[in-house]
């Protein structure tokens, strides 16, 4: 899907659950896409049309939003598919890389990474947390906060507006507000905790 993504990089594309039923060779997904009522449906048609997305099915429809389910034979989705890990595809970028927010035990994110790295995909530890750390900030909003803060976004007044930031970061603005104000309370709950 990341070559969908990429002619429409303003949209996000999240994979919420993906599984292999027994006998068959695709991976079912279930996905959400944010965008313009516009970019929507040209994505889903997007997808359609795709040579490896079969049965695209949309499911329920917001302003702005739309749920579905589809099934590929994309490698790597197996690969997410198959693991004893937990992952959430968070989004696909203009530049082909995915983030994704996986959960489970150490060997088992291990034998993850491996076994994506069998299938030829690339892939980097953007943050790690154990149940010792559950409060700190993700990676990606490690990383998105930093950008924010050394682009001038929490000065006053701004050095630079959201859709230029959200542009910089190639992700939607309604996504990176969404990230910021997310890593904003965690800190805050953080300060006011360790004050008590």
Same mark, same amino acid.
């Given at each position: *899907?990341?070559?969908?993504?990429? =002619?429409?990089?303003?949209?996000?594309? %999240?994979?919420?659950?993906?599984?292999? +039923?027994?006998? $068959?060779?695709? /991976?079912?997904?279930?996905?959400?896409? @944010?965008?313009?009522?516009?970019?929507?449906?040209?994505? /889903?048609?997007?997808? =359609?049309?795709?040579?490896?997305?079969?049965?695209?099915?949309? *499911?329920?429809?917001? =302003?702005?939003?739309?749920?579905?389910?589809?099934?590929?034979? #994309?490698?790597?989705?197996?690969?997410?598919?198959?693991?004893? #890990?937990?992952?959430? /595809?968070?989004?696909?970028? +203009?530049?082909?890389?995915?983030?994704?927010?996986?959960?489970?035990?150490?060997?088992?994110?291990?034998?993850?990474?491996?076994?994506?790295?069998?299938?030829?995909?690339?892939?980097?530890?953007?943050?790690?947390?154990?149940?010792?750390?559950? %409060?700190?900030?993700?990676?990606?909003?490690?990383? %998105?906060?930093?950008?924010?803060?050394?682009?001038?976004?929490?000065?006053? +007044?701004?050095?630079?507006?959201? %859709?230029?930031?959200?542009? @910089?970061?190639? /992700?939607?603005?309604?996504?990176?507000?969404?990230?910021?104000?997310?890593?904003?309370?965690?800190?805050?709950?953080?300060?006011?905790? $360790?004050?008590?």
């Amino acid at each position: *899907m990341l070559d969908v993504t990429a =002619k429409c990089p303003s949209v996000t594309i %999240r994979i919420l659950d993906s599984k292999i +039923p027994n006998g $068959s060779d695709y /991976v079912h997904e279930l996905f959400e896409i @944010n965008g313009s009522p516009g970019q929507l449906k040209s994505v /889903v048609e997007e997808l =359609k049309d795709h040579d490896n997305i079969h049965d695209v099915d949309v *499911m329920a429809s917001k =302003k702005g939003r739309v749920f579905g389910s589809l099934k590929t034979q #994309c490698p790597c989705g197996k690969v997410i598919a198959s693991s004893k #890990c937990f992952s959430t /595809v968070e989004e696909g970028t +203009p530049n082909g890389t995915v983030e994704l927010t996986t959960f489970g035990r150490e060997e088992h994110l291990r034998n993850f990474l491996d076994d994506l790295a069998s299938e030829g995909t690339k892939a980097s530890i953007l943050g790690w947390s154990s149940e010792n750390d559950s %409060r700190g900030l993700t990676g990606r909003q490690e990383q %998105r906060l930093r950008v924010a803060l050394e682009s001038g976004y929490f000065d006053f +007044p701004k050095k630079i507006k959201l %859709r230029k930031l959200a542009g @910089n970061l190639s /992700v939607s603005p309604s996504s990176l507000v969404e990230t910021l104000k997310s890593a904003e309370k965690k800190i805050l709950k953080d300060h006011f905790n $360790s004050k008590q």
